[in-house]
């Protein structure tokens, strides 16, 4: 992450919820993937260069298409015991596509069920893209 992006957890009742912000939408994504790990306390073995997997996505808006991104790397997470970090995302209306490392889990402390679409709404507030996103724990 740069200056420019980040994310911070916020207060929730049941669920953890991450206000996220950056200065692309590409930047968003990747910088929302990063948040959801920390919360999930993954730890990944990157001591070797991973495989490399394509993503490709295409849903009916960016808030879809960024339940859509979380909600596959969560998949090879729980699923497959692996963990993705994108090397490149690209966006281009509503399609993405991302080449990423694939890397084995070690180690995972809290689970996700779900990613929500709770209050989601991503905005381009200052020329900085920002959006909260709701974890179903």
């Known amino acids: 992450m740069d200056n420019n992006s980040g994310f911070r957890e916020l207060s929730h009742t049941a669920d953890a919820a991450l206000k996220i912000w950056a200065p692309s939408l590409q930047k968003l994504f990747s910088t929302a993937l990063i948040g959801m790990y920390q919360l999930m306390g993954l730890s990944s073995n990157c001591e070797e260069q991973g495989e490399s997997q394509l993503i490709e996505l295409e849903e009916i808006d960016s808030e879809s298409l960024l339940i859509a991104f979380l909600s ?25 596509t991302s080449i990423c490392e694939v890397n084995p889990l070690i180690s995972l ?14 905005e381009n507030v200052n020329q900085k893209w920002e959006v909260t996103v709701v974890f179903d724990l």
């Open 72 to 96: 596959e790397c969560l998949y090879y997470v729980e699923s497959k015991g692996m963990v993705l970090k994108p090397t490149s995302i690209t966006i281009l209306d509503n399609h993405l």
């Open 109 to 122: 402390e809290k689970e996700i069920k779900a990613v929500t679409f709770h209050n989601l709404a991503i």
